[in-house]
């Protein structure tokens, strides 16, 4: 019986959106309902566990499961012997200080003897440590933003987004301890056939997380400036150019990268290129 890797994901909220989302583009097809706890792909030798983030890395340490797509800042506090096999780029964050807006704040030696709330004493402890500072940690699971409105600490740590939240709750953001996102991990006791899967696996991933870091582009240029819009246009190896019915025009197709698309694209307008059309890349194998 050929074995299945197994690769835990959050059981809810959007990491567990994201992630199922990365497997499908991928395409692998999972047959689960909405409260199942485990659930195997219909097309790919892979058993999905529906875990409790915070449970994860031990999941990893034991080699229940074998991989795991997880917060990069979960593994920082829970998990910072397990390897990282790839970054995904999405549920990106950052793990940050917070105080009270009317707080006066010079740096990081104001947490000296503070009362920091946290679900993040281990991040803490270390980002302290690396100034000599010592505080007095109050561990919550759960939701940290009130703890100063009610007297419970000084201070918070906690990981923030867009910072609304912090906003929303008269805090503001001081100090940025690490930046976090979804990461694949691996388990030390991955045994040799699941290995393999896991690099037919990774091969996938990679090919999607390449796809979107480009734009395909396709235009139509003069071909007295072919040579100046070809430079602008370096693709994976070299654009392509093919000849129009009108005469004196080609086709050039290649791609973009994502970051640097508005810029190329008013110069290759400024070099006198036409009937520019883009679209999203699926995959990119290169």
């Known amino acids: 019986m050929t074995k299945k890797i197994r690769i835990a994901i959050q059981k809810s909220g959007r990491l567990n959106e994201d992630s199922l989302q990365i497997l499908k583009d991928c395409g692998v097809s999972i047959d689960n309902g909405r409260d199942q706890l485990k ?3 219909a097309n790919f030798p892979l058993e999905v566990f529906y875990l409790r983030n915070g449970d994860i890395p031990q999941y990893l340490r034991d080699g229940v499961v074998d991989i795991a797509i997880i917060g990069e800042n979960v593994l920082i506090e829970k998990g910072d012997d397990i390897a990282i096999a790839q ?14 807006k009317g707080t006066k704040y010079d740096s990081v030696k104001d947490f000296e003897g503070k009362k920091i709330a946290t679900s993040y004493p281990n991040t803490v402890l270390g980002y302290l440590s690396q100034f000599n ?3 007095d940690l109050h561990i919550i699971n759960g939701s940290v933003e009130i703890a100063p409105n009610i007297g419970l600490a000084d201070a918070i740590c906690d990981i923030v987004s867009s ?3 912090l906003f929303k709750n008269g805090l503001k953001e001081v100090e940025v301890m690490l930046k976090s996102e979804a990461v694949l991990a691996v388990s030390s006791k991955i045994d040799t056939e699941r290995q ?19 734009k395909y582009v396709l235009l139509n240029a003069p071909n007295d400036r072919l040579d100046e819009i070809i430079k602008m246009l370096p693709g994976m190896k070299s654009p392509t150019v093919l000849p129009l019915a009108e005469e004196g025009w080609s ?13 190329v694209i008013d110069k290759l307008k400024d070099s ?4 520019i059309l883009v679209s999203d890349i699926e995959k990119m194998v290169l």
């Open 39 to 41: 659930a195997s792909a």
């Open 87 to 100: 970054k995904l780029g999405f549920s990106k964050c950052r793990v940050s200080l917070a105080v009270p």
């Open 133 to 135: 500072v010592k505080a």
């Open 163 to 165: 910072g609304s939240t």
């Open 196 to 214: 393999e899967i896991l690099d037919k696996l990774l091969f996938r991933i990679q090919s999607v997380l390449k796809g979107r870091d480009y």
């Open 251 to 263: 086709s050039v197709h290649s791609v973009i990268d994502k970051n640097e698309f508005w810029e």
């Open 272 to 275: 006198g290129a036409q009937g």
